[in-house]
């Protein structure tokens, strides 16, 4: 199959259907289909919630980032909470809606890759957690682990990419440091991404 990129054009309408994010373009819609009638017959147009942060919804191209595209790879923008996943031929590409780190101080970029993976992580707090809360302790997997079902560990320490069981984070500004999502899209990332799988975090 051709390695060659998928065009820009092809890219950013996956993007959108992927990310479920239609109502991103009802602005630019509603000005072709209702530019000649008059404004008081006009639908009014309900922008996306910003707490779920699809009003920041950017695309993103691997050639904007590496020479090649010769190994699965995945880039996390943390600006639009978003997770982008392409296989090592190009012809697979999704976008997983993620949480992303609670504050700037917790948020770590720049190149890494997967270094390890784990159905039914048990999980840890880390120091500075505890030091926040100290009745944290760790937790063995279950259905309230914090990591969800699967985990990928980064060659950073610490840093993760996992699923979730609240469904609240999705979207927002809510972890210590990892990437996290849906546990359904976890599974799906988990089986798609092998041990040395190129990561980036924006």
Request: net charge positive; charged share 20%.
């Amino acid at each position: 199959m051709s390695s060659s990129p998928l065009p820009p054009s092809v890219l950013t309408r996956r993007a959108a259907l992927a990310f479920g994010s239609v109502a991103l373009f009802a602005p630019a819609l509603a000005r072709a289909d209702t530019q000649d009638i008059p404004m008081a017959q006009q639908p009014a147009i309900v922008p996306p919630p910003e707490r779920r942060n699809m009003a920041s919804y950017r695309a993103i191209y691997w050639q904007d980032h590496y020479d090649a595209l010769t190994e699965v790879t995945l880039i996390a923008d943390t600006q639009s909470r978003v997770l982008h996943y392409w296989s090592a031929d190009g012809s697979d590409y999704r976008v997983y809606p993620t949480s992303v780190p609670i504050s700037e101080d917790m948020t770590k970029r720049g190149y890494t890759h997967i270094v390890r993976k784990k159905i039914g992580p048990s999980w840890t707090p880390t120091p500075s957690m505890i030091a926040k809360d100290p009745s944290l302790k760790p937790m063995a997997a279950g259905p309230d682990n914090p990591l969800g079902t699967h985990a990928m560990y980064l060659s950073w320490p610490a840093y993760i990419i996992h699923g979730t069981h609240d469904t609240r984070k999705i979207g927002r500004r809510s972890s210590s440091g990892c990437i996290g999502t849906f546990n359904q899209k976890i599974a799906e990332l988990y089986e798609l991404c092998p041990v040395g799988t190129r990561v980036k975090v924006l």
